[in-house]
């Protein structure tokens, strides 16, 4: 039975939730500043802090930490085959190791960001304040990729080790780690338009699977078959052609615009099926 003084409202969460968020947009819009910006400054910083009060945040931390840690070891610095790499070559198999690491992170990340407000109701919560969808959105997007980048950047000690004990430039590293960030903020794009699709968090980690793993096997699809289908798969995929210059500490600028188109269709796709769902 509801305590005294606590509106219940038919979702049955107390009418002080409910108004919380809108009270605080409006509150924040109301001061002059740029509404929209406020909107998203305050979605981002209630997720970001989920993050940090949440034990998922830090298990997929720790398992990247783990894994990114024991394949640079085996894989960079003592490869099993007996290869001598040169400090480059090193650097590049991390960088191959660390994208995959980061791109299966992201997806740990993403799927909770609307599938878990809809199962516990507080959706709704968001949808009767003076919110629009792409601000949601984009504030839960912008939290997942601080996060993910803090993940990112607790990496740094790896090619740091390489940079110390070898001749490697400081270029090289920026630019692959500029490329973990644009591919990290590419599959939490697909996430959050899985995650959008269902209230279900593993229907939405099993959706962001298959769309990440088929963008990134577009690329072997690619040498298997010739053009033209070939040229279109290898201009498709998330990783191969347009990663491999990252690794290599080559910039190219049409890699980087792959990368935020790709994040660009899948934020505005899931602002759509957010528009259809609120009329549902």
């Not at 001598?84 to 799927?111: E, P, W």
């Not at 110390?164 to 996430?191: D, E, F, P, Q, R």
């Not at 962001?208 to 279109?232: D, H």
Request: aromatic share 10%; glycine share 10%.
């Amino acid at each position: 039975m509801p305590r005294p003084g606590r509106v219940r409202t038919r979702r049955g969460f107390p009418e002080s939730r409910r108004t919380r968020i809108g009270a605080r947009i409006r509150w924040a819009g109301g001061q002059g500043g740029d509404v929209a910006l406020a909107a998203t400054g305050i979605i981002f910083r209630r997720e970001f802090n989920a993050y940090l009060r949440s034990p998922m945040g830090y298990i997929v931390a720790a398992v990247v930490l783990l894994i990114d840690g024991i394949l640079f070891y085996v894989m960079a610095l003592n490869p099993p085959d007996g290869e001598l790499l040169l400090s480059g070559q090193a650097l590049g198999r991390f960088l191959y190791i660390a994208s995959g690491m980061t791109a299966i992170a992201a997806v740990a990340l993403s799927i909770r960001l609307v599938a878990e407000e809809r199962q516990t109701g507080t959706l709704l919560l968001l949808d009767t304040s003076p919110v629009r969808d792409w601000e949601i959105l984009l504030g839960k997007f912008l939290s997942a990729l601080a996060f993910l980048s803090l993940i990112t950047v607790a990496t740094l000690y790896m090619p740091m080790l390489i940079l110390v004990n070898g001749k490697i430039s400081v270029g090289h590293i920026l630019i692959g780690y500029l490329g973990l960030t644009l591919i990290g903020g590419t599959v939490l794009a697909i996430g959050l338009f899985a995650t959008a699709l269902t209230r279900h968090q593993l229907v939405a980690a099993a959706v962001a699977s298959l769309i990440t793993g088929t963008l990134f096997l577009l690329w072997p699809l690619a040498q298997m078959v010739g053009p033209p289908f070939g040229r279109f798969f290898a201009a498709l995929t998330i990783h191969g052609r347009h990663w491999v210059g990252f690794e290599v500490g080559t910039l190219h600028l049409r890699d980087v615009v792959y990368y935020l188109a790709m994040t660009y269709f899948f934020l505005f796709a899931a602002t759509k099926v957010m528009e259809a769902k609120r009329w549902e």
